[in-house]
């Protein structure tokens, strides 16, 4: 018997039972606690789920379907059931976050996927099963478990993964890439004779080339996957908070960047130390080093458990290759070899992105604009939300949000700085910083408008969905894997790669600088450059080793959720009092270093505060803003209690002072 074709179809199989387990749990009707619409009757069948927003109740009245939304509070109208399913006999259960799965008295059975609001046939029960109860048995080596009993019969319907293969052509394709990366790095090597070569590539880097870098560093592989898959669940109100950086940029270019230009540092916490004090600058390149830790585990791990699930590569297996390569390109050759493979990931990216969407475009009957009418129908385009509420993606939250998260990468993150100083002058550093910021305008269209051309691409073919891909984050991979050509597909996987690399070996580089120029060369300030160069490379090891192995403690120990949001306020929870204590080096001249540390703590103890007993619902994006906020504000009053010592020269370390 030849093997159903659809990924829906695959992913099922039916088992007559003799009994049902002790320890399945029977799944009880939902109830609702909202008056039903007009026109629906007392014997409608109850669903809770998801629809890509939040909680909602369905409410299948025949084939009739409505839904009222929690976030909302208000009815929706949806698409009718296939008409089989006005049944007397039909029951309806949830399963995973998005599916609504209707069986009727002869076995039929259908399944409703709530973001795209698309229904697909899914074959039949073995046996009758009349009006069956339901129970289940969730996640039983890796699969879902269902119980139907009903007319003296019991089916089991199992919901498993597809086994998926990547395919030679594919894995020679991302090998061809991934060995590119390691050459550049060998051929970059030969120019690291110091630890300004290292660090900040001898002032060699053109300023277009600093720029797609400093573009390619905050594109990480979780913004790949996670921008289409929030606007595939969603719709455009995340867009603005993609645009911040244009808002920011001239903050940057005209506040921050000279002070690190003028007073040639290597990293950005040596201004610190000279606006306010050696402790100052040892605590927040110490902060900074802790909050790159975490961010490499997370920056491995989410992409390679999506690579694991649309792939069937090893979590393992994405989490070392990456490690390792960036690793040795990085060692080799310092931020020149990581400014260059970014140059190259970018277009990789982007190139990937492109393709994807032509495809999808191609693909869909109509073309471009029967794709833009259906999203239209379904208001997938709306980018305004302008409800006072701090818990949701609405526009206020977005924007300060955005331009918070924003500032924080580019005001106060060594990964980002460091670019600033590897071009020959301060004018192209400047041009740097526009570039990619300009970079992201035309980005933030392509992946948002990928999210919206996913959403119409699932709506017409419902089957080819796979009811076990558990998150709405792999669903840009999964597309890839599973409708690319091979080849194709492969290049696109490299993307992903690209996108995740490009975060990690800015990351170690600028780990390795912050060491050896905040801790090492401050405590050994007659070391040799020959010396501080073995240090520079042995912490580049050491960071990349021990955030490969974090992340590979996290895939075992934890089920990490790959959010756009959960990034953000992990950026804006430890980024925000870092970025606050720029700004009050250099707009507040008033506060000296006891009260700008009193500000730090301040500013992390009220977020904690708020996080787990305050306002614990309070948006993942607003943790930015607010952090720096609080800082600011921390050590403004403590100031009145802590003065600054009048015998601090302020001489070009404050705005005003310059």
Request: with cysteine; proline share 4%; charged share 10%.
């Amino acid at each position: 018997m030849e093997a159903p074709s659809s990924p829906l179809l695959r992913g099922l199989r039916w088992d007559p039972m003799d009994s049902v387990p002790n320890d399945a749990k029977e799944i009880s009707a939902a109830g609702l606690d909202q008056p039903l619409p007009d026109g629906v009757s007392g014997d409608a069948i109850v669903i809770a789920q998801k629809n890509g927003f939040g909680d909602c109740q369905y409410v299948l009245d025949g084939p009739s379907l409505h839904a009222f939304s929690t976030k909302t509070g208000s009815w929706m109208s949806l698409r009718s059931a296939p008409a089989a399913v006005a049944d007397e006999s039909a029951t309806a259960f949830p399963v995973g976050d998005h599916y609504i799965f209707v069986t009727i008295g002869t076995g039929e059975l259908f399944v409703y996927h709530t973001v795209t609001d698309s229904w697909a046939a899914a074959g039949s029960a073995p046996v009758a099963l009349g009006k069956p109860t339901v129970a289940a048995l969730m996640n039983t080596d890796g699969a879902q478990q269902f119980f139907l009993k009903g007319n003296e019969n019991i089916a089991r319907l199992t919901i498993a993964p597809t086994e998926r293969t990547f395919g030679l052509l594919n894995y020679i394709t991302l090998g061809v890439y991934l060995v590119a990366l390691v050459v550049m790095g060998f051929v970059f090597s030969k120019r690291m004779n110091s630890t300004d070569d290292f660090f900040k590539a001898g002032g060699r880097i053109p300023w277009w080339a600093a720029g797609i870098s400093i573009f390619g560093t905050q594109l990480s592989a979780i913004t790949f996957m996670a921008i289409p898959a929030a606007t595939y669940a969603q719709d455009w109100t995340r867009f603005w908070g993609q645009l911040s950086i244009i808002a920011v940029a001239p903050f940057i270019v005209t506040f921050f960047l000279p002070f690190f230009r003028r007073l040639n540092v290597t990293t950005a916490y040596e201004y610190l130390e000279r606006r306010f004090s050696a402790a100052v600058r040892i605590i927040a390149s110490g902060l900074f080093i802790l909050m790159q830790f975490g961010r490499i585990g997370i920056v491995l791990l989410l992409p390679s458990m999506a690579l694991h699930v649309v792939t069937g590569m090893g979590i393992h297996t994405c989490i070392l290759l990456m490690g390792v390569l960036c690793i040795l390109y990085t060692v080799m050759g310092g931020i020149e070899a990581v400014i260059w493979t970014d140059v190259l990931q970018v277009i990789v990216l982007a190139g990937g992105a492109v393709l994807s969407l032509v495809f999808m475009i191609a693909s869909h009957e109509g073309g471009w604009n029967a794709m833009v009418a259906t999203a239209k129908s379904a208001d997938k385009f709306r980018a305004f939300d302008f409800r006072l509420d701090f818990s949701d993606s609405v526009f206020l939250v977005i924007v300060l949000g955005g331009f918070g998260n924003s500032l924080i990468s580019y005001g106060s993150d060594q990964s980002v700085i460091q670019r600033y100083l590897t071009t020959s002058t301060e004018q192209g550093a400047a041009r740097g910083v526009w570039m990619g910021a300009l970079l992201s305008i035309p980005a933030s269209l392509l992946f948002f408008m990928i999210g919206t051309a996913l959403y119409v691409f699932y709506q017409s073919h419902p089957e080819a969905l796979d009811p076990a891909l558990t998150k709405n984050d792999y669903i840009f991979p999964y597309f890839i894997t599973t409708q690319l050509p091979a080849g194709v597909a492969g290049f696109l996987i490299a993307a992903v790669f690209a996108a995740s690399m490009s975060s990690l070996d800015s990351s170690m580089n600028s780990v390795a600088a912050a060491f050896t120029t905040d801790f090492y060369r401050k405590r050994q300030p007659q070391a040799s450059e020959a010396s501080c160069l073995r240090v520079a490379r042995r912490t580049t090891v050491a960071i990349g080793v021990l955030g490969t192995a974090f992340a590979s403690f996290l895939a075992e120990a934890s089920g990490a959720k790959s959010l756009w949001d959960q990034f953000n306020q992990f950026l804006g929870l430890f980024g925000g009092s870092l970025c606050g204590l720029f700004c009050l080096a250099i707009f507040v001249p008033r506060v000296g270093a006891n009260a700008a540390l009193a500000g730090v703590v301040i500013s992390f103890a009220m977020q904690i505060a708020v996080k787990f007993y305050l306002y614990p619902q309070l948006h993942g994006w607003f943790y930015g803003v607010l952090g720096i906020t609080l800082c600011v504000l921390g050590g403004l009053v403590a100031s009145i209690f802590i003065p600054r010592p009048s015998t601090e020269s302020l001489t070009g370390l404050t705005w005003k002072n310059r």
